[in-house]
């Protein structure tokens, strides 16, 4: 089975001056269909940047990213613009819903630019809002939904249609305990349905979640694990009780 992502001794490399600044040095990743990986780390440890690039958002300064088996330095602009549009979701802290459209319409919103006639992006978006349970919200604003709602709206743009890869960048981050909970049910039910995502968070407990939490440090990657049975794995014995 073909991963939907791989990276290939990865890294990138900013200029400070004269100086050389590495922002992700070597990094070596594999997120097989149906998997969910939980990236941990310090601020400014290379989190973010792992996820651009695996977004085909930035190009590598060495190493390869392939996503769904095809190699990303192979691409031209418009085919990477292809892939984000039709293979990658993407699901960030803040939302980024557009404020004067529905919630059906931002769910929509990437299927009618990738070029499905609106009827059938309203219709696969509403559906992918049902399957969060938010198809009374459909026709609502932004601004008229809680911060769970928003992003679940959020969710749900980034799964519809053929998506194979999720990124989502803190998603959980704006958002109480119990919705942020919520969130990470909802990505780990878009990957038994066999989508792959990459969750970069902060929260071990949430990290629990994941099949696999991958550490960063200083731009590398430093450590692997697995959880052992659930969220409840990395809390106190007493408190798990």
Known sequence: MTAVLELR?????YRDGAEAVYALREADLTVEPGQMVAV????????????????????????????AGRPLSSMSRDDRARLRRRVIGYVFQDFNLLPGLTAAENVALPLELDGLPAGK?????????????????????????????????????????????????????????????????????????????????????????????????DGSIVDRTTPRTGPESLLPEETAR
């Open 40 to 67: 941990m780390g310090p601020s400014g440890s290379g989190k973010s940047t792992l996820l651009t690039l695996a977004g085909a958002l930035e190009t590598p300064t060495g190493g390869e990213v392939l996503v």
């Open 121 to 217: 992006a309203r219709a696969a978006g509403l559906d992918a809002l049902a399957q969060l349970g938010l198809a009374d919200r459909a026709s609502r604003f932004p601004d008229q939904l809680s911060g769970g709602e928003r992003q679940r709206v959020a969710i749900a743009r980034a799964v519809v249609g053929e998506r194979r890869l999720v990124l989502a960048d803190e998603p959980t981050g704006a958002l109480d305990s119990a919705t942020g909970e919520s969130v990470m049910r909802l990505i780990l039910t878009a990957c038994r349905a066999g989508v792959g995502a990459v969750v970069v968070t902060h929260d071990a407990q949430l990290a629990s979640w994941a099949d696999r939490i991958v550490f960063i440090r």
């Open 9 to 13: 001794g990865v890294s990138k490399t």
